[in-house]
């Protein structure tokens, strides 16, 4: 069963995008659907801390999506809650290693969670958080 919301990303190379999520989320593949063309994937569901993340690759053609273009800041983030602090740092700079750029470095927040936050080498922006306790 799918949770009641969950983010459907657009992010070219799609297979790229795969491994990074796994390389660095942990996620696994619970469904992957390659187009017609054998280039791209039409669909791909990742389980991604016990949540849901879909993706696929831009279809132009069909005048729906696009990828995000580079330097370009996107409009929506996803925000994934971990049990413990050192998830977030140990995720944070595994992202960073692998081509994110840290838009905030792992930080106490005022409010009571380790907080950080990077985007993506697709241009996607992740928030990460823990709470402190």
Partial sequence: MRPPVAPYLTVSPA???ITYYTTVFGAQ?????PALDGMRIMHCELLINGGTVMLADAF???GHTRPPVPGELVTSSVSLEFKEAKQ???IFTKATGLGAKGETN????FWGTRLATFRDPFGHRWILNAPLF
Avoid: T
């Avoid at 593949?29 to 659907?33: N, P």
């Fill in 60 to 62: 132009p053609e069909f």
């Fill in 88 to 90: 977030v740092d140990d």
């Fill in 15 to 17: 297979l790229a995008a």
């Fill in 29 to 33: 593949q619970k469904a992957v659907v």
């Fill in 106 to 109: 792992p930080m106490n927040s």
